[in-house]
């Protein structure tokens, strides 16, 4: 956990201060400084989940996977083409990115226990 940690603690803080590079305009540069927070939140556990996923792959848990990706990313995308018709802004998709990353970490990594990976 510690690795997902320092990453995502180093990329919301340069996020946060490093928006200069990529932009001058200071409303877009608020923008994605607010939305670090999430950001953090989103990548925190992307670590677990991979090594999660990755556990899951070598045990050939294909169709489990597969599965589990076809409902997850039909819930996101559906979420985000609803996000983009209601404008409901930067705050709503960055949500929603906690959200996938914070279902594919619980159902992967129980999965891994059920199998006896963890």
Do not use: N
Request: charged share 10%; proline share 1%.
């Amino acid at each position: 956990y510690w690795l997902g940690g320092f990453v995502a603690l180093g990329i919301s803080a340069f996020v946060g201060v490093g928006t200069g590079l990529f932009t001058s305009d200071a409303a877009v540069s608020s923008q994605v400084a607010s939305v670090a927070p999430l950001l953090f939140l989103a990548l925190l556990g992307h670590a677990a989940t991979m090594c999660s996923e990755g556990l899951l792959l070598g045990a050939r848990q294909l169709k489990f996977l597969a599965s589990s990706y076809a409902g997850i990313l039909a819930v996101f995308i559906s979420g985000m083409v609803a996000i983009g018709r209601l404008r409901l802004g930067l705050r709503a998709v960055w949500t929603a990115a906690v959200a996938f990353q914070v279902v594919r970490l619980l159902r992967f990594r129980g999965k891994a226990r059920q199998q006896g990976l963890l």
